[in-house]
């Protein structure tokens, strides 16, 4: 079992950055990848990056694609999600996820097996 707790989320300015942090408590083996998820007011949960716990390979959405990158700390057992380059359209609750196997560029919500409690990001223009 992995409880994941997702925090950073806060009001920034459009062109300004944020780092979110998700940590993760339970034991997160080299096969779990983990991801991040967003949903904003009136629209369906979307994919915006993964990274696979073992080697790092990530994947994005191409949405956030050049301003987003997702890094871990494996000693924290932790993973991050730095945001450049904050758009309005990026405004949402963040969530984190965890997903027991490793992934290959999927981007289903369905393909993860747990999920932090999302962190709001407002980006005001």
């Known amino acids: 079992q992995v409880q994941l707790v997702a925090s950073g989320g806060r009001l920034v300015q459009a062109g300004g950055s944020l780092r979110l942090s998700c940590a993760a408590s339970?034991?997160?083996?080299?096969?779990?990848?983990m991801g991040w998820f967003r949903q904003a007011p009136g629209k369906e949960r979307e994919f915006v990056a993964a990274?696979?716990?073992?080697?790092?390979?990530?994947w994005y959405a191409d949405s956030v694609k050049g301003r987003f990158t997702a890094s871990r700390d494996n000693a924290k057992n932790t993973v991050y999600l730095q945001m450049n380059s904050l758009k309005p359209e990026d405004t949402a609750v963040y969530y984190c996820?965890?997903?027991?196997?490793?992934?290959?560029?999927?981007?289903?919500?369905?393909?993860?097996?747990?999920w932090g409690q999302g962190t709001q990001v407002t980006v005001s223009s």
């Open positions: 339970g034991r997160v083996s080299n096969t779990y990848t």
């Open positions: 990274i696979r716990w073992g080697d790092q390979i990530t």
């Open positions: 996820a965890a997903a027991q196997r490793t992934l290959y560029g999927n981007s289903r919500y369905n393909d993860y097996d747990y």
